[in-house]
């Protein structure tokens, strides 16, 4: 089998965000090859109530339909990323993980499925916000073994009429 014949195996993280959408995007029209499977990754924050914990504690049912919810969310979620896929004959699937720690899963899946790049957008923060809260693409970046590919959010186009 010629090289460029090999399966390439492409990780690509999403949330609900914009980003998440636009780095899938931006991949399947720039990068995408019929010889590549594409593994998208979600990787969910456990929900832990944060307020009214008292509340939650004493109230089970309450609790478990707040969980049901979020796992309705995630399946959508989920369920838009296989339907990309298949709309644009792509081979690949969807990965769904519970974890504290964001950049850590999707650098253990990376691992784990073997993959060969990381394809991932960027929320584009600010040094500073960055810096306090951390990022997960910057996390990823530096502990992948593999080329990872940052989609950087989309410019605002200014209106200005300076011709700038």
């Known amino acids: 089998m010629a090289e460029s014949d090999a399966t390439s195996v492409i ?22 090859r019929p010889n ?15 307020t009214g914990a008292s509340y939650w504690a004493f109230n089970a049912s309450a609790y478990e339909a707040f969980l049901l919810e979020d796992k309705k969310k995630v399946d959508k979620l989920l369920a838009v990323y296989d339907n990309f896929l298949k709309e644009r004959n792509m081979k690949g699937k969807t990965h769904h993980q519970v ?24 929320r ?8 306090f809260l951390g990022s997960v693409s910057d996390y990823v970046l530096h ?16 209106t200005s009429s300076s011709g700038h």
């Not at 590549?36 to 944060?50: C, F």
């Not at 584009?124 to 810096?131: C, F, I």
């Open 124 to 131: 584009g923060m600010g040094a500073v916000r960055r810096t």
């Open 36 to 50: 590549h499977e594409v593994h998208i990754v979600h990787v969910h924050e456990p929900v832990v109530p944060t």
């Open 99 to 122: 974890n504290n720690n964001p950049g850590t899963a999707i650098v253990h899946y990376a691992e784990e499925l073997k993959g060969t790049m990381v394809v991932m957008g960027s």
């Open 11 to 32: 990780i690509i993280p999403v949330d609900r965000s914009n980003h998440a959408e636009a780095a899938f995007n931006w991949y399947a029209d720039n990068v995408y």
């Open 143 to 158: 502990h992948a073994h593999i080329p990872v590919l940052v989609i950087p959010k989309k410019r605002e186009r200014s």
